[in-house]
């Protein structure tokens, strides 16, 4: 027999999304907020909450990943050059190690690319070393495209380009 495990099904963010993404933040742990959003505090899932609900136009997506009535996972990027967009995302800790951080990533990437977009900008606290592998994964090694971060005050930041 066929073991059958659901995933999260990942589409763009409605407005109505926006309560059962609040109840997502409420269940991060203070690890998990505090590598999202730099702070274990309410102040970074306040403000993305209102990002989120003003986040409409052709140069930002906002996609989650839903399972059942819950939203597990956010991923989102905004342009912020030409061909650069800041991108940040979080998923459940429930969910996390699972894949979904990497398929929410996937698709954002799709879209930007199709939206003329080659590289995504990063901000990750240093110790978060899934979020690193992860855009190590993200970026194009075949094509000697790797992640450009730089270590200050215990953050990276950079650019990574995204595969072709």
Not at 17 to 37: C, K, Q, T
Not at 65 to 89: C, L, S, T
Not at 141 to 156: E, N
């Amino acid at each position: 027999m066929v073991s059958c495990v659901r995933q999260p099904v990942i589409r763009v963010l409605q407005p109505s999304d926006l309560p059962a993404v609040a109840e997502m933040f409420n269940r991060l742990s203070a690890l998990s907020r505090i590598r999202r959003f730099f702070s274990p505090t309410e102040s970074g899932p306040a403000w993305e909450l209102n990002y989120l609900a003003n986040a409409e136009g052709c140069d930002r997506l906002v996609l989650v990943a839903q399972m059942g009535e819950e939203i597990v996972g956010v991923a989102r990027y905004h342009r912020v050059g030409p061909e650069h967009a800041d991108v940040a995302v979080v998923v459940e800790d429930e969910w996390q190690r699972h894949g979904l951080g990497h398929r929410l990533m996937a698709h954002l990437a799709v879209a930007a690319r199709h939206d003329g977009i080659d590289a995504f900008d990063v901000s990750i606290l240093g110790d978060n070393d899934a979020a690193l592998g992860l855009l190590r994964r993200m970026s194009d090694h075949r094509a000697g495209r790797r992640p450009a971060l730089s270590l200050k005050a215990g953050v990276y930041e950079g650019s990574v380009p995204l595969v072709a």
